[in-house]
């Protein structure tokens, strides 16, 4: 039994709480238990995260009974969200109360084990106290642990470290956040008195050995030859698979989809939506950007008035910690029934029993997908509800396509960044910051990371000598942090290096936006883009947070707002939001346009060459294999039909179609027809105007979408 391996009073509290572990967790604890980094990829809801933490909780439960708990930190968690790290710490608080609890109830001393967060919504004064008295469980962001590696306080309270929890590690290996973090975990182990275990937690991920690679990095391989349960990359992967039973069906409107959606498709995108949440307990609605989530929040808390006031939320991140912890509190208490959000509510975030999880447009991508879809039926047991949304067609054939490959188990491939130089320049000075270091040591350190494995030491030669030479400007150079002694191969920091990384670390891209401050009690509600801010006048009313405000002036960085008690607002815009495709998804989207192509031919053979009328077996395998009903179905045949007949095929990634058309003004248009995704037209369309401009000797433009 998993259970016999943690203390009675630990075990007791499970099985009262939980019952039986679930297979994750009997497969995941002694993995853990053996005291080598693991990593775990499991379904969502199938409960991993107490399976990471239970054992670090257990080892601190023995510590403290046995007196030898101090003031000091033992375990971190990572999490890409806030929001998610709020909802851990909240999740903690119960568990070790009730251990605490059973504890003096059977005459032992009550253990004191104590969990503080960490980000950039913590205030000063939790911060100092922090540093006064350390947790024994921090839960933080990969920014803010970052910060915590250069600041000298807080450098002292992580030499204890001894587990570090990476949760969710899909979100952040494919960019460079996870570069910033690969790097930040190796200064955390060169910092630490003796390496910290790390654990990792996804639900969605391929291939999965690049990921438990990616934890670890290059310094977590021992030597000599794996156990027999290791893969050869110093890391135990509990492997369960990411494959869920789902109900699952694509949205059609009553108005005849389009090239782009019209009024009357959003209405009847809104009430079906509407008519959902009455159908269901509690509902999430996502969305693609912010802009979005605030419009369909307005127009369903118009349909929904009659359930009462406060039934629907808008959840994303420009919007203040304080209503997005109130959004998702009210959603678990069942007093919201409806939550329309972002990415912000996309991740292992804890928003009670979701019944519903609809998406409106497509996502972009098949793990986003299965990671939106499985925020409903987040519970052991239960099974997921999606419904997707389709605006255009376009978003038909892609959600169709969707459905189609996460029935099927298709996953985005996951690629790691190698080495981005930005980041580097970044973790080195704040490492130098900190610490004198000699050359070839942090060049080691740096090589530990899994992102930097390969890095080339004449190029990390050449960003140390461009840290400690500064660049060349107008005015002198600047921008040199380091003190470089290559005599002796040393590097120690400048002044001003440490504040310069604190204050600018980080790869989270930069967008200066204005804050929202509420009068007459001056709260911030959240912020919008500087140009919407420009925009706007005194008297005017926007939307945010689903609540109407009515601007009462604009000053430097702030735009000062009173309740304009449900008057009709306009809407804020903030800039680039909308994802590309992802290649796996676009092969998917071909393939289905493809595969109706060639039934469409086999139903006109099997019809004796006429190919008017119904296509009963594109028809049956769209409504049976792509979760479209009837009038979807349908839609979709003659959209792709449509296309044939003009082109003369239907493009896909094996046939490219180049289409020439002049436009009304005499122009010559030329169209290729590349469904790769939005990321490698954008790039190809780049190298192709180049390629014309220099041989036909003019200036052309170009602009490229996923298809």
């Known amino acids: 039994m998993p259970l016999t391996r943690f203390h009675p009073i630990i075990a007791e509290w499970f099985r009262a709480s939980f019952g039986s572990p679930t297979d994750v967790q009997a497969r995941s604890w002694p993995a853990i238990a053996s005291g080598g980094n693991v990593l775990i990829a499991a379904p969502t809801g199938s409960g991993k995260t107490l399976a990471a933490f239970l054992s670090c909780l257990d080892a ?10 101090e003031d000091r930190t033992h375990v971190v968690y990572v999490s890409p969200l806030k929001a998610l790290s709020n909802d851990i710490q909240k999740n903690l608080h119960q568990p070790l109360t009730e251990i605490s609890e059973r504890a003096q109830a059977a005459g032992l001393p009550r253990p004191e084990i104590r969990v503080t967060v960490r980000t950039g919504d913590t205030p000063a004064s939790a911060r100092q106290q922090m540093l006064r ?11 803010s642990l970052y910060l915590l590696l250069t600041a000298e306080k807080s450098r002292r309270m992580l030499c204890d ?48 050995e690049t990921i438990a690679r990616f934890l670890v990095g290059t310094g977590g391989v021992s030597a000599g030859p794996p156990p ?60 693609n950007t912010r802009r979005l989530a605030e419009r369909v929040a307005h127009h369903l808390e118009e349909r929904l008035h009659d359930l ?46 979701v019944d519903l999880a609809c998406q409106i447009g497509s996502p972009r991508a098949i793990i986003t997908c299965l990671q939106r879809v499985g925020r409903s039926g987040h519970w052991i047991g239960a099974q997921p509800k999606g419904r997707l949304f389709a605006t255009t067609r376009d978003e038909l054939i892609e959600c169709a396509a969707l459905v189609r490959a996460m029935r099927a188990g298709v996953l985005d491939r996951l690629e790691v960044p190698p080495a981005p130089l930005d980041i580097l320049a970044q973790q080195i000075v704040a490492e130098v910051s900190a610490q004198e270091w000699r050359e070839d040591d942090l060049y080691a350190l740096c090589r530990r990371a899994f992102p930097y494995r390969e890095l080339e030491r004449e190029v990390f030669d050449a960003v140390v000598r461009m840290l400690a030479e500064g660049i060349a400007t107008r005015r002198g150079r600047g921008g040199a942090y380091l003190h470089h002694d290559r005599i002796n191969r040393r590097l120690r920091a400048r002044r001003g290096a440490r504040l310069a990384a604190l204050t600018s670390g980080g790869a989270i891209p930069d967008t200066f936006n204005y804050a929202v401050i509420a009068e007459p009690d001056g709260t911030q509600v959240g912020s919008v883009d500087e140009d919407f801010a420009v925009e706007s006048l005194a008297g005017d009313i926007i939307l945010l947070g689903n609540s109407s405000w009515r601007i009462r002036g604009v000053e430097t960085g702030k735009v000062r707002v009173e309740d304009a008690h449900g008057a009709p607002p306009t809407i804020p815009f903030w800039r680039g939001e909308a994802p590309s495709r992802t290649v796996e998804l676009s ?97 190809w369309g780049l190298a192709l105007r180049k390629r014309f401009c220099a041989t036909f000797d003019q200036e052309l433009q170009a602009a490229a979408t996923d298809e």
């Open 133 to 143: 008295r350390p947790p024994h469980i921090l839960i933080t962001t990969p920014e």
């Open 60 to 69: 601190l439960f023995k510590q403290a009974l046995a007196g030898g708990l």
């Open 308 to 353: 009462g006031t406060q039934v629907v939320a808008a959840h994303h991140g420009s919007l203040s910690r304080q209503i997005r912890l109130s959004a998702e509190e009210r959603l678990k208490q069942g007093e919201t029934r409806v939550v329309v959000a972002t990415a912000s509510l996309e991740l292992g975030i804890d928003v009670g029993t």
């Open 587 to 683: 092969a998917e989207v071909a393939a289905i346009r493809a595969e109706i192509d060639r039934r469409l031919n086999a139903d006109a053979v099997g019809a004796g060459g006429a190919s008017a009328g119904p296509h009963p077996t594109v028809m049956d395998w769209l409504q049976s294999e792509c979760g479209l009903e009837r009038r979807g179905a349908e839609q979709a045949v003659a959209y792709v039909a449509a296309g044939r007949a003009i082109l003369g095929t239907v493009p896909t990634q094996e046939a490219i179609v180049a289409e020439r058309f002049f436009d009304e003004g005499g122009g010559m248009q030329l169209v290729l027809h590349t469904p790769f995704g939005g990321r490698l037209n954008r790039a």
């Open 228 to 287: 027999a349960t290791m893969v050869p990359t110093g890391c135990r992967i509990v492997d369960i698979g990411h494959r869920r039973e789902m109900d699952l069906a694509v949205e059609v409107p009553k108005d005849e989809l389009g090239a782009v959606a019209t009024n009357a498709i959003w209405s009847d995108i809104y009430d079906r939506v509407a008519d959902l949440v009455r159908e269901h307990r509690s509902t999430l609605v996502f969305v």
């Open 161 to 208: 470290v001894r587990t570090v929890i990476v949760d969710e590690i899909h979100a952040v290996a494919a960019n460079k956040r996870g570069a910033h973090l690969a790097l930040s975990l190796e200064r955390l182990d060169a910092l630490a008195h003796a390496r910290p275990v790390r654990i990792g937690l996804s639900a969605t991920q391929r291939p999965v």
